[in-house]
């Protein structure tokens, strides 16, 4: 069986994602204040390759592991239900099929307590 890279479409698919997914989050009151200070060409290439490993594709990522990246965060579920929530919405507007969205966002939850520390 492929994996949900594969199955998304790949680079390019995860690319799009990404730009979509941080656009909208710029764009949440909620959350966007976490990326004030934050190179976001740096902070969309490091997405794009964590995305890329998480989903199956090449492990190119080469960040800190998700713990690490958002103890200094202080975040708490809302902001993590923000996020998850902008993950779908982007993957919807993409038209990616509802079970592939369905293993996104438990690849996505699965990350919940790392996230939150």
Same mark, same amino acid.
């Given at each position: 069986? +492929? +994996?949900?890279?594969?199955?998304?479409?790949?680079?390019?698919?995860?690319?799009? $994602?990404? &730009?979509?997914?941080?656009?909208?989050?710029?764009?949440?009151?909620?959350? +966007?204040?976490?990326?004030?200070a934050?190179? !976001? &060409?740096?902070?969309?290439?490091?997405?794009?390759?964590f995305?890329? !490993?998480?989903?199956?594709g090449?492990?190119?990522y080469?960040?800190?592991?998700?713990?690490? $990246?958002?103890?200094? !965060?202080?975040?708490?579920?809302?902001?993590?239900n $923000?996020v998850?929530?902008?993950?779908?919405?982007t993957?919807?507007?993409?038209?990616?099929?509802?079970?592939?969205v $369905?293993e996104? !966002?438990?690849?996505?939850? +699965?990350?919940? &307590? &790392?996230?939150?520390?």
């Open positions: 069986m +492929s +994996s949900v890279f594969e199955q998304i479409g790949g680079t390019g698919a995860v690319d799009a $994602a990404v &730009d979509i997914f941080y656009r909208n989050v710029l764009a949440d009151p909620v959350i +966007s204040h976490f990326f004030d934050v190179d !976001m &060409d740096r902070q969309i290439g490091k997405q794009k390759a995305l890329t !490993m998480a989903f199956g090449p492990n190119n080469t960040g800190k592991d998700m713990r690490a $990246a958002h103890k200094h !965060m202080k975040l708490t579920e809302a902001h993590f $923000a998850a929530g902008h993950l779908q919405t993957l919807q507007e993409l038209q990616v099929p509802p079970h592939l $369905a996104v !966002m438990k690849i996505a939850a +699965s990350t919940h &307590d &790392d996230v939150l520390n």
